[in-house]
C-alpha cells in the first residue's frame, strides 16, 4: 500500500501558477497509476488529470485542459500537477491517490477506481 503525501497548495491570484506534488513513501511507484482529484467545499470529489504507470499516457478533465499538467518522476516517486492560468473555480482541496491497473496505459479517472490516497491540499484562488 502506498502512502501519499500532497504539497505545493497555497492561496493564489488569478492567473498565477502552483505547482502540486504527491510523493510515495518508497513503493515500487512503477506499479501504480496516479490521479488527482479535487473537492470544493459542498461538492463531490472529481477527477482532475491522471497520468499511467510509466508517464506514458495523461488524461484531463475538460476544464483544466491546456491550463493543467501532469507528470511523473519515478526515480524519485513523485507526481506533479502544474495549474497555470488559475481561476477562482479551481479552488478546492486537491487529492492525489494511487491504484494498480490491469495495463501499461491505464489512467483511470473513477474516483472508486483507486484504493490509496493521500490527506489533501487546499489551493485557493482570489479574484
Known amino acids: 500500500q502506498v502512502q501519499l503525501v500532497e504539497s505545493g497548495g497555497g492561496l493564489v491570484q488569478a492567473g498565477d501558477s502552483l505547482r502540486l506534488s504527491c510523493a510515495d513513501s518508497?513503493?515500487?511507484?512503477?506499479?501504480?497509476?496516479v490521479g488527482w482529484f479535487r473537492q470544493a467545499p459542498g461538492k463531490e470529489r472529481d477527477f482532475v488529470a491522471a497520468?499511467?504507470?510509466?508517464?506514458?499516457?495523461?488524461k484531463y478533465v475538460d476544464s483544466v485542459k491546456g491550463r493543467f499538467f501532469i507528470s511523473r518522476d519515478n526515480a524519485k516517486n513523485t507526481v506533479s500537477l502544474q495549474m497555470n492560468s488559475l481561476k477562482p473555480e479551481d479552488t478546492a482541496v486537491y487529492y492525489c491517490?494511487?491504484?494498480?491497473?490491469?495495463?501499461?496505459?491505464?489512467?483511470?479517472?473513477?474516483?472508486?477506481?483507486?484504493?490509496?490516497w493521500g490527506r489533501g491540499t487546499q489551493v485557493t484562488v482570489s479574484s
Open positions: 491517490a494511487a491504484t494498480r491497473p490491469s495495463g501499461v496505459f491505464a489512467t483511470p479517472y473513477i474516483r472508486d477506481d483507486y484504493t490509496s
Open positions: 518508497g513503493h515500487t511507484f512503477t506499479s501504480y497509476a
Open positions: 497520468i499511467s504507470r510509466i508517464g506514458n499516457v495523461v
